[in-house]
C-alpha cells in the first residue's frame, strides 16, 4: 500500500469517525446551549461509544474478511458468508439465555466458541482449499443451522423479554451500547486485528502454494489454526456486543487488495480500515436517513452489500463463460 | 557435500531414503507413478514433517525460519496452478529472489497476472521463482513439463549453468528416461517408496519400470517378448 493511499485512509477514517461522533450537529448544538452537562454525557455515553464500536466491528471484519479470503484462496469467503458471524450469534444467543444479555464476559466467550465452532465445522466439510462453490454451499449449510438453531432457541425463550431483547440484538446494532460494552469489542477486536497483521507475510507466500509456502518454512497447519482462532475471537468479540453484521468482511479486502496490487496477506491493514470505514458510513447512513428513526445497521450493509455480493458472483460467471 | 540424508521417511510414501549430493551435481530422480520421487523432494524440502536426518550444506533446514530456507533450498512442485492470481513479478519476488534469468525471457510475462498466462508462460515463471533465490540445493518436480522442445533444452541448460557456479547443485524429478540420460550427472532409480538402484542400464529397467530399450525407443517389456516369440 503506498504512503498516500494510507494518508487518505486514515484521513477518510478521522473524517467518518468525527462525523459519527458529532452528526447530527443540531441535537448537540441545541443541547449544548440548554445544558451542557447533558451534552457532554450524551457525547460520551451514547456517540463516541457507537462511533468507537463502527471503527472496531468494521475493522475486525475487514481484517478477518481478508485473512479468511487468503487462507482459503477464495475472494469470496468472509466471516459472514462462512457462517462464522451466525455462529458467534448462536454463540451467544444461547449463553445470554443462561447468563442474561448483561453478562458482557459470558457474552463474548460464547460467542467465541460458537465462531470457532462453525470455523472448524467449515474446514472440515469444505476443506482448507475449497472450490467456490463448496465454500459457499459448506458456509450456507452452517448459517442455515446456526440461523435454524437461533430461531430454535428464540422459540424457547425463557420469556417475552428474552425473546424481545435476543430479537433485537440479533438484529445487529451499535445503539445504546455502554463505553464499558464499546471496551469490551474493540479491544479483543484490537489484539486480533494486531496478530493478525503479524501473520500478513506468511498469507502471502501461501498464495504460492500450501506445497511452496512450506518449503519456504512456513508450518501451514499452525497458520491455519492461527487465523481461525484469531478470526472467531475478533468476531466474536465483536457479535457477542452488537449482533451479526453482514458483507463488511467481504467487500472491504476486495477493495483493499486494490492498494497491495492483489497481495492477499498484505492487504489486512488497508482491508482494515475500509472496514472501519465502511461500518461508520452504513453506521452514519442508518442514523442520518430520512425515515424518521434510526434503521437497524445489520439491514444497511446488506441492503449495500448484497447487491455487490451478487455483482461479483455475475463476474465471475462471466469470466468462466469468456 | 551439498546435500546428505540419511534414512529420510514420510508416513506411507517414503521408506528409509539416504542419498547424497556434491557440488555442483545435477541428479535426476526417476521411477513410476507412486513410486515416491515427490515424496522423496517433499521430505528434503521440509513439506509433511519427515523423519530421518538432513544436512544441506552442514544445516537441517527444517530447523531454518521463513527468512533463511531460499538460500538453502527452493521447491518446485509439479503442479502449475497456483491458488491466488499474483502478478508474475511478485510472484518471484514472494519466493525470495529477483527474476534476473535473460535465458528465461521473462520481460514480457513480468507484468501480468499469473492466472493470464498459458501453462508454458506459467512454467517458466514458477521455475523463475525456484531459482531466483540462488539457493544451495534446487528440488525441482518434473520441470520440464508443458515445454514444448525447445524449452525444455533451454531450462535444462539454464539448471546446469545455475549449479556451475559454486556450492550449488539440483535434485530433479523427471519422467522421461532419456532427458534424464540426457541431463543428469547420475541418475537414481525409485519404485515403491524406495531408492532402489542408480543407473539406468541393467536388468532393473525392466523389472521396475516394465519397459526396455530397443531400436532407440522405449518398448513394453511384453510387447518385446510376445515379438521374440
Redesign the interface.
Same mark, same amino acid.
Given at each position: 500500500m503506498t504512503a498516500r493511499a494510507s494518508a487518505l485512509l486514515l484521513l477518510a477514517l478521522a473524517a467518518a469517525f468525527a462525523a459519527s461522533a458529532l452528526l447530527p450537529l443540531e441535537s448537540l448544538r441545541t443541547l449544548f446551549a440548554d445544558d451542557r452537562d447533558l451534552a457532554l454525557s450524551l457525547l460520551l455515553e451514547l456517540r463516541l461509544p457507537r462511533a468507537l464500536l463502527a471503527l472496531a466491528y468494521g475493522a475486525t471484519l475487514g481484517a478477518a474478511g481478508a485473512a479468511v479470503q487468503a487462507l482459503f484462496a477464495n475472494p469470496l469467503a468472509s466471516p459472514d458468508l462462512t457462517g462464522t458471524t451466525s455462529g458467534a450469534a448462536l454463540g451467544a444467543v444461547v449463553t445470554a439465555y443462561l447468563f442474561g444479555f448483561a453478562a458482557p464476559v459470558a457474552l463474548s466467550i460464547g460467542a467465541v466458541l460458537g465462531a470457532l465452532g462453525a470455523l472448524g465445522l467449515l474446514l472440515a466439510l469444505a476443506g482448507p482449499r475449497a472450490e467456490t462453490a463448496t465454500l459457499l454451499l459448506a458456509g450456507l449449510a452452517i448459517s442455515a443451522l446456526a440461523g435454524a438453531l437461533t430461531t430454535l432457541a428464540l422459540a424457547l425463550a425463557p420469556s417475552p423479554f428474552a425473546f424481545y431483547d435476543a430479537y433485537d440484538w440479533l438484529m445487529g446494532s451499535l445503539i445504546d451500547r455502554s463505553l464499558d460494552q464499546a471496551a469490551f469489542a474493540a479491544l479483543p477486536a484490537l489484539a486480533a486485528i494486531l496478530l493478525l497483521l503479524r501473520l500478513g507475510p506468511a498469507l502471502d507466500r501461501l498464495a504460492l502454494g500450501e506445497e511452496v509456502a512450506q518449503s519456504l518454512g512456513h508450518d501451514v497447519a499452525r497458520l491455519r489454526l492461527q487465523i481461525v482462532c484469531l478470526t472467531a475471537f475478533g468476531v466474536g468479540a465483536c457479535v457477542a456486543i452488537c449482533g451479526a453484521i453482514g458483507f463488511i468482511g467481504l467487500i472491504a479486502p476486495i477493495f483493499a487488495r486494490r492498494l497491495t496490487r492483489g497481495h492477499p496477506g498484505r492487504a489486512i491493514l488497508p482491508a482494515a480500515l475500509i472496514g472501519a470505514l465502511l461500518l461508520t458510513a452504513a453506521d452514519l447512513a442508518a442514523r442520518l436517513a430520512p425515515l424518521g428513526r434510526t434503521l437497524p445497521i445489520g439491514v444497511v450493509t446488506a441492503l449495500i452489500g448484497a447487491p455487490f455480493f451478487l455483482w461479483l458472483v455475475a463476474r465471475m460467471r462471466w469470466k468462466l463463460a469468456s | 557435500m551439498i546435500l546428505r540424508a540419511d534414512r529420510l521417511s514420510l508416513a506411507g510414501r517414503l521408506f528409509e531414503a539416504s542419498i547424497e549430493i556434491g557440488e555442483g551435481e545435477l541428479v535426476c530422480l526417476v521411477g513410476p507413478n507412486g513410486s515416491g520421487k515427490t515424496s522423496l523432494l517433499?521430505a528434503l524440502? /521440509?513439506?509433511?514433517a519427515p523423519s530421518g536426518e538432513i544436512a544441506m550444506a552442514g544445516v537441517d533446514p527444517r530447523t531454518?525460519?521463513?527468512?533463511? #530456507?531460499?538460500g538453502f533450498?527452493?521447491?518446485l512442485?509439479a503442479?502449475r &496452478?497456483?491458488?491466488?492470481? *499474483?502478478?508474475a513479478r &511478485? *510472484?518471484v519476488a514472494? /519466493? /525470495?529472489g529477483r527474476a534476473e534469468f535473460p535465458a528465461l525471457e521473462l520481460a514480457p510475462l513480468l507484468d501480468r #497476472?499469473i492466472d493470464t498466462l498459458s501453462t508454458g508462460e506459467r512454467s517458466r515463471v514458477l521455475i523463475a #521463482?525456484a531459482l531466483a533465490p540462488r539457493p544451495r540445493l534446487l *528440488?525441482l518436480d518434473e520441470p520440464t513439463a508443458n515445454l514444448d522442445p525447445l524449452w525444455q533444452i533451454r531450462l535444462m541448460e539454464l539448471v546446469r549453468q545455475e549449479i556451475g557456479d559454486g556450492g550449488r547443485a539440483a535434485l530433479v524429478a523427471i519422467h522421461d528416461l532419456d532427458a534424464a540420460m540426457r541431463y543428469a550427472d547420475r541418475i537414481l532409480v525409485m519404485d515403491r517408496g524406495r531408492i532402489a538402484a542408480e543407473g539406468l542400464d541393467g536388468p532393473h529397467v525392466a523389472e521396475i519400470f516394465g519397459v526396455a530399450r530397443v531400436g532407440g525407443l522405449w518398448q513394453p517389456v511384453r510387447a518385446i517378448s510376445s515379438q521374440v516369440e
Amino acid at each position: 500500500m503506498t504512503a498516500r493511499a494510507s494518508a487518505l485512509l486514515l484521513l477518510a477514517l478521522a473524517a467518518a469517525f468525527a462525523a459519527s461522533a458529532l452528526l447530527p450537529l443540531e441535537s448537540l448544538r441545541t443541547l449544548f446551549a440548554d445544558d451542557r452537562d447533558l451534552a457532554l454525557s450524551l457525547l460520551l455515553e451514547l456517540r463516541l461509544p457507537r462511533a468507537l464500536l463502527a471503527l472496531a466491528y468494521g475493522a475486525t471484519l475487514g481484517a478477518a474478511g481478508a485473512a479468511v479470503q487468503a487462507l482459503f484462496a477464495n475472494p469470496l469467503a468472509s466471516p459472514d458468508l462462512t457462517g462464522t458471524t451466525s455462529g458467534a450469534a448462536l454463540g451467544a444467543v444461547v449463553t445470554a439465555y443462561l447468563f442474561g444479555f448483561a453478562a458482557p464476559v459470558a457474552l463474548s466467550i460464547g460467542a467465541v466458541l460458537g465462531a470457532l465452532g462453525a470455523l472448524g465445522l467449515l474446514l472440515a466439510l469444505a476443506g482448507p482449499r475449497a472450490e467456490t462453490a463448496t465454500l459457499l454451499l459448506a458456509g450456507l449449510a452452517i448459517s442455515a443451522l446456526a440461523g435454524a438453531l437461533t430461531t430454535l432457541a428464540l422459540a424457547l425463550a425463557p420469556s417475552p423479554f428474552a425473546f424481545y431483547d435476543a430479537y433485537d440484538w440479533l438484529m445487529g446494532s451499535l445503539i445504546d451500547r455502554s463505553l464499558d460494552q464499546a471496551a469490551f469489542a474493540a479491544l479483543p477486536a484490537l489484539a486480533a486485528i494486531l496478530l493478525l497483521l503479524r501473520l500478513g507475510p506468511a498469507l502471502d507466500r501461501l498464495a504460492l502454494g500450501e506445497e511452496v509456502a512450506q518449503s519456504l518454512g512456513h508450518d501451514v497447519a499452525r497458520l491455519r489454526l492461527q487465523i481461525v482462532c484469531l478470526t472467531a475471537f475478533g468476531v466474536g468479540a465483536c457479535v457477542a456486543i452488537c449482533g451479526a453484521i453482514g458483507f463488511i468482511g467481504l467487500i472491504a479486502p476486495i477493495f483493499a487488495r486494490r492498494l497491495t496490487r492483489g497481495h492477499p496477506g498484505r492487504a489486512i491493514l488497508p482491508a482494515a480500515l475500509i472496514g472501519a470505514l465502511l461500518l461508520t458510513a452504513a453506521d452514519l447512513a442508518a442514523r442520518l436517513a430520512p425515515l424518521g428513526r434510526t434503521l437497524p445497521i445489520g439491514v444497511v450493509t446488506a441492503l449495500i452489500g448484497a447487491p455487490f455480493f451478487l455483482w461479483l458472483v455475475a463476474r465471475m460467471r462471466w469470466k468462466l463463460a469468456s | 557435500m551439498i546435500l546428505r540424508a540419511d534414512r529420510l521417511s514420510l508416513a506411507g510414501r517414503l521408506f528409509e531414503a539416504s542419498i547424497e549430493i556434491g557440488e555442483g551435481e545435477l541428479v535426476c530422480l526417476v521411477g513410476p507413478n507412486g513410486s515416491g520421487k515427490t515424496s522423496l523432494l517433499h521430505a528434503l524440502a /521440509g513439506i509433511g514433517a519427515p523423519s530421518g536426518e538432513i544436512a544441506m550444506a552442514g544445516v537441517d533446514p527444517r530447523t531454518l525460519g521463513p527468512g533463511q #530456507r531460499p538460500g538453502f533450498l527452493t521447491y518446485l512442485p509439479a503442479t502449475r &496452478d497456483v491458488p491466488w492470481p *499474483l502478478l508474475a513479478r &511478485d *510472484l518471484v519476488a514472494l /519466493g /525470495g529472489g529477483r527474476a534476473e534469468f535473460p535465458a528465461l525471457e521473462l520481460a514480457p510475462l513480468l507484468d501480468r #497476472r499469473i492466472d493470464t498466462l498459458s501453462t508454458g508462460e506459467r512454467s517458466r515463471v514458477l521455475i523463475a #521463482r525456484a531459482l531466483a533465490p540462488r539457493p544451495r540445493l534446487l *528440488l525441482l518436480d518434473e520441470p520440464t513439463a508443458n515445454l514444448d522442445p525447445l524449452w525444455q533444452i533451454r531450462l535444462m541448460e539454464l539448471v546446469r549453468q545455475e549449479i556451475g557456479d559454486g556450492g550449488r547443485a539440483a535434485l530433479v524429478a523427471i519422467h522421461d528416461l532419456d532427458a534424464a540420460m540426457r541431463y543428469a550427472d547420475r541418475i537414481l532409480v525409485m519404485d515403491r517408496g524406495r531408492i532402489a538402484a542408480e543407473g539406468l542400464d541393467g536388468p532393473h529397467v525392466a523389472e521396475i519400470f516394465g519397459v526396455a530399450r530397443v531400436g532407440g525407443l522405449w518398448q513394453p517389456v511384453r510387447a518385446i517378448s510376445s515379438q521374440v516369440e
